[in-house]
């Protein structure tokens, strides 16, 4: 038998995506019209880790009022970070380098504290796997998922991917033209760390007549003789899409900085050594665009929009079930619940074998391959 709940927290971590605004303002209505309270963690759990950082406080009350109208804005009202880690905290050791420190226990604190009866975690593989760890120190937790990655396990799709995919979309419709009048090949970089989700949905709706995703190996050859072949039938121009996770056969991921205590790798850089290998291999006129951290600005589509509503709506329906430890999913077309033991440290890769790529490959795709 749990305990009635008067009072809950939310907090947004990881890399922000379109549609975590629609999630807060879902969770903090839908607790409101159960009588409960509402409070937000600012930037991830860093609000109750580093209150002095915030002259405001750094848990906010947020009431009804303040959630209105912010569904349809991107980022997050109450800020985020990818550097937080409660369980794996960095701090500067004596010596000058840095060390990491359990403080998940002032999470916890905090939370008895404070009255808090519940928490609702939006996030992405790294704030799911927190939050499922606090659950299993006795939190009551119920997970969101969110990343314009995809790559969460055992939901269907997360928010904010479709955002991505709808604005990578419209740089490639635009690109097309401009790749059109100069002859020109145009290497479109995007993001998805090690999923190429975002590169295959994209670069199949935006027409690109190569796409490189981490899942398939690819050989800079086979790419080369693809724009080649489009040459040779008087097709000037192509239009390539890369993940910035793409590997190619006989080479490593490309990367802009190693992981470090409290932070990952950072991915970056493959679309530069396609275009360049590319333009030595063609001789073709060649121009790189990394669309980077624009797929994850701006507003969230209809879809992410909705899914967000649905899913902040859907983790207060758990906790008032006396559901904890779970993540809201997206099954078909209805939420359901699955285990956060179930998610945590599990990446989606594109399957090899999903109709999207054969969709890819029907319509003479290369993947390097
Ligand atoms: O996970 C979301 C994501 O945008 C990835 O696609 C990308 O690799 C990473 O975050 C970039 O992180 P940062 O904002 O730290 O540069």
């Given at each position: 038998?749990?305990?009635?709940?008067?009072?809950?927290?939310?907090?947004?971590?990881?890399?922000?995506a379109p549609g975590l605004?629609a999630v807060?303002?879902a969770?903090?209505?839908?607790?409101?019209?159960?009588?409960?309270?509402?409070?937000?963690?600012?930037?991830?759990?860093?609000?109750?880790?580093?209150?002095?950082?915030?002259?405001?406080?750094?848990?906010?009350?947020?009431?009804?009022?303040?959630?209105?109208?912010?569904a349809?804005?991107?980022?997050?009202?109450?800020?985020?970070?990818?550097?937080?880690?409660?369980?794996?905290?960095?701090?500067?050791?004596?010596?000058?380098?840095?060390?990491?420190?359990?403080?998940?226990?002032?999470?916890?604190?905090?939370?008895?504290?404070?009255?808090?009866?519940?928490?609702?975690?939006v996030?992405?593989?790294?704030?799911?796997?927190?939050?499922?760890?606090?659950?299993?120190?006795?939190?009551?937790?119920?997970?969101v998922p969110k990343t314009i990655?995809n790559?969460l396990?055992?939901t269907f799709t997360t928010f904010g991917f479709d955002s991505?995919v709808?604005?990578?979309?419209?740089?490639?419709?635009?690109?097309?033209?401009?790749?059109?009048?100069?002859?020109?090949?145009?290497?479109?970089?995007?993001?998805?760390?090690?999923?190429?989700?975002?590169?295959?949905?994209?670069?199949?709706?935006?027409?690109?007549?190569?796409?490189?995703?981490?899942?398939?190996?690819?050989?800079?050859?086979?790419?080369?003789?693809?724009?080649?072949?489009?040459?040779?039938?008087?097709?000037?121009?192509?239009?390539?899409?890369?993940?910035?996770?793409?590997?190619?056969?006989?080479?490593?991921?490309?990367?802009?900085?190693?992981?470090?205590?409290?932070?990952?790798?950072?991915?970056?850089?493959?679309?530069?050594?396609?275009?360049?290998?590319?333009?030595?291999?063609?001789?073709?006129?060649?121009?790189?665009?990394?669309?980077?951290?624009?797929?994850?600005?701006?507003?969230p589509t209809a879809f992410d929009r909705l899914a967000a509503l649905r899913f902040g709506t859907a983790a207060?329906?758990?906790?008032?079930?006396?559901?904890?430890?779970?993540?809201v999913a997206l099954a078909?077309s209805n939420v359901?619940?699955?285990?956060?033991?179930?998610?945590?440290?599990?990446?989606?890769?594109?399957?090899?074998?999903?109709?999207?790529?054969?969709?890819?490959?029907?319509?003479?795709?290369?993947?390097?391959?």
């Amino acid at each position: 038998m749990t305990s009635p709940i008067r009072r809950i927290a939310i907090c947004t971590g990881g890399g922000d995506a379109p549609g975590l605004n629609a999630v807060i303002r879902a969770v903090v209505t839908a607790a409101a019209n159960r009588g409960w309270e509402t409070v937000g963690i600012r930037d991830g759990f860093s609000g109750i880790l580093s209150p002095g950082h915030y002259p405001g406080g750094g848990v906010v009350r947020l009431s009804r009022e303040q959630v209105r109208g912010i569904a349809h804005l991107g980022g997050t009202i109450l800020g985020t970070t990818n550097k937080g880690n409660p369980f794996s905290f960095p701090v500067k050791l004596p010596d000058g380098t840095t060390g990491a420190v359990d403080r998940s226990g002032e999470i916890l604190d905090y939370f008895a504290r404070e009255g808090i009866d519940a928490l609702v975690s939006v996030g992405g593989d790294g704030s799911l796997t927190i939050a499922n760890e606090l659950h299993h120190r006795g939190l009551r937790v119920v997970g969101v998922p969110k990343t314009i990655d995809n790559d969460l396990d055992k939901t269907f799709t997360t928010f904010g991917f479709d955002s991505a995919v709808s604005f990578a979309t419209e740089c490639l419709d635009r690109l097309h033209s401009t790749a059109q009048s100069h002859q020109r090949v145009m290497v479109v970089e995007v993001m998805g760390r090690y999923a190429g989700w975002i590169a295959l949905h994209a670069g199949i709706a935006g027409g690109a007549h190569a796409i490189l995703v981490p899942e398939i190996a690819f050989d800079i050859d086979k790419v080369a003789a693809k724009v080649r072949q489009r040459d040779a039938e008087g097709r000037l121009h192509s239009l390539v899409v890369v993940a910035e996770g793409a590997l190619p056969h006989d080479g490593h991921r490309a990367l802009v900085a190693a992981a470090g205590i409290g932070h990952a790798e950072r991915l970056g850089g493959a679309g530069e050594q396609v275009a360049h290998e590319l333009a030595q291999r063609t001789g073709k006129d060649t121009r790189l665009v990394v669309l980077g951290h624009l797929l994850r600005g701006g507003s969230p589509t209809a879809f992410d929009r909705l899914a967000a509503l649905r899913f902040g709506t859907a983790a207060v329906r758990a906790l008032d079930a006396g559901l904890s430890g779970v993540m809201v999913a997206l099954a078909d077309s209805n939420v359901n619940y699955v285990r956060l033991e179930a998610v945590a440290g599990r990446m989606k890769a594109v399957p090899l074998d999903c109709d999207t790529l054969q969709t890819g490959r029907d319509l003479g795709v290369s993947f390097g391959d």
